[in-house]
């Protein structure tokens, strides 16, 4: 099983929202095969709180715009470290740089195949 169309055309849209305001690190993970829920999981990393706070509603705003799409559930806005954003078919994380290393929520789905997104949407410290 792969992930939706849909799904993907979703994240690309939420990675753009991130790149939009400077997130670095973007990656997108087909999880459908590893977690049978949702089909797809966004990373993306802010170097600090208003970063974060910013790179979440830049999603949620280009999300709502492409079809009314709102999460269902929406976790870690208060501390600005770590967001969750579910969407039920794509959750998106977007986390500070201590977390996303610390964490490394890449290690988890290591084994999950990475969906290609357009190469303009990789962040700033993905450059070459």
């Known amino acids: 099983m ?3 169309v849909e799904s993907v055309r979703l994240l690309t ?9 400077k ?6 993970y087909d999880v459908s095969d590893a977690v049978g829920i949702t089909d797809a999981y966004l ?4 170097k ?13 705003e280009k ?3 492409d079809g009314g799409h709102k999460p269902i559930r929406r976790e870690g806005d208060k501390e600005g470290r770590w967001v969750l954003l579910d969407f ?3 959750v998106i994380h977007v986390q500070h740089e201590e977390e996303r290393e610390y964490y490394a929520l ?21 450059a070459e």
């Open 2 to 4: 792969t992930a939706h």
């Open 106 to 126: 890449e290690r988890l789905w290591r084994d999950s195949p990475l969906i290609e997104l357009p190469k303009d949407l990789h962040g700033p410290a993905d």
């Open 13 to 21: 849209v939420a990675a753009r929202a991130a790149a939009d305001k």
């Open 23 to 28: 997130a670095s690190e973007i990656r997108a």
């Open 63 to 65: 999300l709502r715009e």
């Open 88 to 90: 039920g078919d794509i």
């Open 48 to 60: 600090n709180e208003p970063q974060v706070k910013a790179i979440v509603e830049e999603i949620e």
């Open 43 to 46: 990373l993306a990393t802010g």
